[in-house]
C-alpha cells in the first residue's frame, strides 16, 4: 500500500517539508493543505513588497504551480481541516471529507493577535489576505495609527510611509524593535522613522482603541489620546494550536515537540511557528517566529518523519528592511545582555553583539552580513568570548568563529 503523508498548514514550514520529502526520496502520496486561497508565498512581503505594491502577487510565489504538479505533491489550498482522528488516523475536512494518514505533520502557523472585540477601521496584518483593506484605507489618504513597535508595525509604518500615508506608531515597550534588538538599536531606529515623518511613542498602555465611522481613537491609561482614519493593530501573534488541542496533543503556548519534532501523539509532528521544540542543550521547550526558523524547521521534520538523523538545530535568525536598510539578528538576546559594539549607531553600518557571561547569545547588525553569518556559528558553538577583542573591528568575527572551541569542550 502506498504511504500517505499529510501535511497541514501550506506555509514556509509545510510547504518547505513537502518539498524535502520529496528531496529525500519519499515515492508515496504527499497531500499539502492550506487554509488560504492562494498558493504558498512569502509571508515576509506582506508587510513590505505586496503592500507597496513594488512586487507583483506571483513574484511572491513560493514555488509556481507546474512545481508543484511536477514534484507529485498535492497541494489543496482554501480547504480548513476541522479535526483529527487520531486513533483511526485520519484528518476531517471542511465539508465532511475525511483523508488517511500514515504520517502527518501540522504546520498549522500562528495568527495575528487582536483586540478583545472587533472595531470599525481597525486592522490586523499577517497574511495576503490582509493586504487590500489596509492598502486601500492608505490609498484613500488616510492616516494610519500603529498600535506595536515591533517588526511587523515598524516595517509597515516605512511602506506606508512610502506610500504616502501620514503615520504615528504607539507602543508598550522601552524601544522600537525591543524583542529582536537591544535597546541602542531600537533608539537608531526610532531616530530613522522620525527622519521619515513618524513618530514612535514608547511606554504607551493603551486602554482602549475605538473604530468609529470616521477614523479611530485610541487612548492610554494616563488619559492621552491619539487619532487617525484607520489602526493597524501590531501586538505580535498566537500559535495556531486549536487543532492540536482538540485532538488532545501537548500544547503549551505552542504544540509541544521532542528534538526530532514528534508530538506527543504516534506519527504526529509539528514544525514551524506553531511547534515548541524541546532544546536539548538547555533543557527546555523554545518557539520561534522568524521566516527562516520555519523554513529550517520544515526540512528537519520531514527527515525525522523519513527516518533521517537528527540535524543540529539552526541557530535562529531573521531580517527586517526599512527605508531601504537591512537589519539582520541572530540568536536571542535579553537587555540584561552585555553588548558589545562593532562600528558606530551613528552610521547605519554596525553590529551590536550580545553576551551572556561572555558567552555570545544574539546580534543585531545592519549592513554586515558576514558579521552575523559568523554570530550564528559562534552562537551555535556556545563559545566565550573576549568583550574587548570582538569589539575591535580589526578583528574578523569569521575568524573567531574558526579558531574558538565550543564552551562543551572547555
Known amino acids: 500500500m502506498t504511504e500517505k503523508i499529510v501535511i497541514v498548514g501550506a506555509g514556509v514550514a509545510g510547504a518547505t517539508a513537502a518539498k524535502t520529502l520529496r528531496a529525500e526520496g519519499f515515492s508515496g502520496r504527499i497531500v499539502l493543505i492550506g487554509a488560504e486561497d492562494a ?243 538547555f533543557g527546555t521547550h523554545e518557539r520561534t517566529e522568524h521566516w527562516n526558523s520555519a523554513l529550517a524547521q520544515g526540512a528537519a521534520a520531514a527527515k525525522s518523519m523519513l527516518g533521517k538523523p537528527a540535524v543540529r538545530q539552526d541557530v535562529s535568525w531573521g531580517w527586517s528592511t526599512q527605508y531601504g536598510l537591512n537589519l539582520q539578528f541572530a540568536g536571542r538576546l535579553r537587555h540584561d545582555d552585555d553588548f558589545v559594539l562593532r562600528g558606530t549607531l551613528a552610521e547605519p553600518n554596525f553590529t551590536v553583539l550580545a553576551l551572556r557571561h561572555r558567552r555570545l547569545v544574539g546580534a543585531v547588525a545592519i549592513a554586515r552580513p558576514s558579521d552575523i553569518r559568523a554570530a550564528r556559528e559562534l552562537i551555535a558553538q556556545g563559545v566565550i568570548l573576549d568583550p574587548v577583542k570582538c569589539s575591535d573591528e580589526s578583528v574578523d568575527l569569521t575568524t573567531l568563529a574558526t579558531h574558538h572551541r565550543p564552551l562543551t569542550e572547555r
Open 39 to 281: 498558493l504558498p508565498y512569502r509571508r515576509p512581503m506582506v508587510s513590505k513588497e505586496l503592500l507597496a505594491g513594488t512586487a507583483v502577487e506571483r513574484r511572491a510565489l513560493l514555488e509556481s504551480p507546474e512545481s508543484w504538479r511536477d514534484k507529485g505533491i498535492e497541494l489543496c489550498t482554501g480547504v480548513t481541516v476541522e479535526d483529527i482522528d487520531t486513533e483511526r488516523g485520519l484528518v476531517r475536512l471542511a465539508g465532511g471529507e475525511a483523508l488517511g494518514y500514515d504520517r502527518l505533520l501540522l504546520a498549522t502557523g500562528a495568527r495575528a493577535r487582536t483586540l478583545p472585540a472587533p472595531q470599525r477601521n481597525v486592522h490586523t496584518l499577517r497574511g495576503a489576505a490582509d493586504i487590500e483593506p489596509l492598502r486601500a484605507a492608505i490609498d484613500a489618504g488616510k492616516s494610519l495609527l500603529i498600535v506595536g513597535g515591533g517588526l511587523i508595525g515598524c516595517e509597515v509604518a516605512a511602506t506606508a510611509r512610502s506610500l504616502g500615508a501620514e503615520v504615528s506608531v504607539v507602543h508598550a515597550g522601552s524601544a522600537p524593535l525591543d524583542r529582536v534588538a537591544p535597546p541602542s538599536v531600537g533608539s537608531f531606529y526610532r531616530k530613522l522613522h522620525a527622519d521619515n515623518g513618524v513618530e514612535i511613542v514608547d511606554d504607551v498602555r493603551l486602554t482602549r482603541v475605538e473604530g468609529h465611522e470616521d477614523g479611530v481613537t485610541a487612548t492610554a491609561h494616563d488619559g492621552r489620546e491619539w487619532t487617525a482614519g484607520v489602526a493597524l493593530v501590531a501586538i505580535g501573534s498566537v500559535p495556531d494550536t486549536a487543532l492540536a488541542e482538540a485532538a488532545g496533543l501537548s500544547v503549551d503556548d505552542g504544540i509541544l515537540v521532542d528534538e526530532h519534532y514528534r508530538t506527543s501523539a504516534p506519527e504526529i509532528y509539528a514544525a514551524g511557528d506553531a511547534a515548541k521544540r524541546f532544546d536539548p542543550e
